[in-house]
């Protein structure tokens, strides 16, 4: 009884969940662009696909800052960041809904990280691939970032991956995953939460694929961690350190006794990782020029 008690207690909690994050996806265009003065909002299709996602452009001249959230959630997560109004001084915004999530066609899972990837740079190419690129990923945002870097290492110019599922089978999947997967309870659960199930039960083996990749990226990265995150595992970060053979840098914050929602609460530190990848890169174009004498 005790253990059936536990089970229902999950399955509430999860449900209860996933209700607040279909919530926030029911914001329409015309409330965003009225949220987010100067933004638009494009639902492209790309082979039966919705991609939905947002622009704030705000001058050719400055970076792209392209972000990638977790899951289950959308791209509402990082809305303190696009009323931001110091970083409009120095960035210009793209955040995208991931496949089944917000506009991107709620309830239809992509369980492969390499098909997401390739889903999101379709997106950037549709936006004629606006550089310089930086990319900040959380969580599963943070799989499929580095799978962009893997796939088109010339046309990112840094990461900022925060708590981000990087090693195979180094964070925790809850039994509860197993039980949800199926009917009854697959069909009453919030398609938000049951998309996020499907990809947590198929993680293991789309990082597994992206295993002999890693060498491909050589964009800086940097990489944001809780010390005490239990449901991805700090080994992730300290996987990505050795693995990122290539990069031009890696750096590793591990924030002592910090769980896994990082992203609110350390917005400015974050930003300012990304501003030291801006400014790190400045440095490597002028020893280069420096170097040929052009």
């Known amino acids: ?88 001084q120095w960035a210009n915004i793209i955040a995208a809904d991931r496949p ?60 900022v991956l925060v708590s981000a599922s990087l090693a195979p089978g180094k964070e925790t999947t809850y039994e509860i995953s197993y039980l949800i997967d199926h009917p009854p309870f697959r069909w009453l659960l919030p398609v938000d939460v049951r998309v996020a199930n499907d990809e947590k039960l198929s993680h293991y083996d789309a990082l597994t694929e992206m295993l002999p990749y890693w060498e491909s990226i050589v964009a800086p990265v940097v990489l944001i961690q809780g010390t005490a995150d239990r449901l991805i595992f700090p080994e992730n970060a300290l996987f990505a350190k050795r693995n990122l053979i290539n990069s031009s840098l890696v750096d590793y914050y591990p924030l002592d006794g910090e769980r896994h929602f990082l992203q609110i609460k350390y917005k400015d530190f974050i930003l300012e990782k990304v501003q030291d990848l801006i400014q790190h890169n400045l440095i490597q174009e002028n020893r280069t020029l420096e170097t040929t004498g052009k």
């Open 1 to 88: 009884m005790k253990k059936r008690n536990i089970l229902s207690f999950f399955v509430f909690t999860v449900v209860l969940a996933g209700f607040t994050a279909c919530m926030q996806s029911r914001e329409t265009t015309q409330q965003l662009m009225e949220r987010f003065p100067g933004a638009r909002v494009e639902v492209m299709d790309y082979e039966g696909r919705n991609l939905g996602y947002m622009t704030l452009h705000r001058h050719d001249t400055l970076p792209t800052l392209f972000f990638l959230h977790g899951s289950p959630s959308n791209m509402h997560v990082y809305n303190d960041y696009y009323q931001d109004t110091v970083l409009a």
């Open 100 to 159: 089944g999530y917000g506009f991107s066609d709620p309830g239809r899972s992509e369980k492969s990280i390499r098909k997401q990837a390739h889903e999101m740079w379709k997106i950037l190419e549709h936006e004629g691939f606006p550089g310089p690129l930086y990319i900040i990923g959380s969580s599963y945002g943070g799989s499929v970032a580095a799978k962009m870097a893997m796939l088109k290492p010339d046309k990112v110019d840094g990461m």
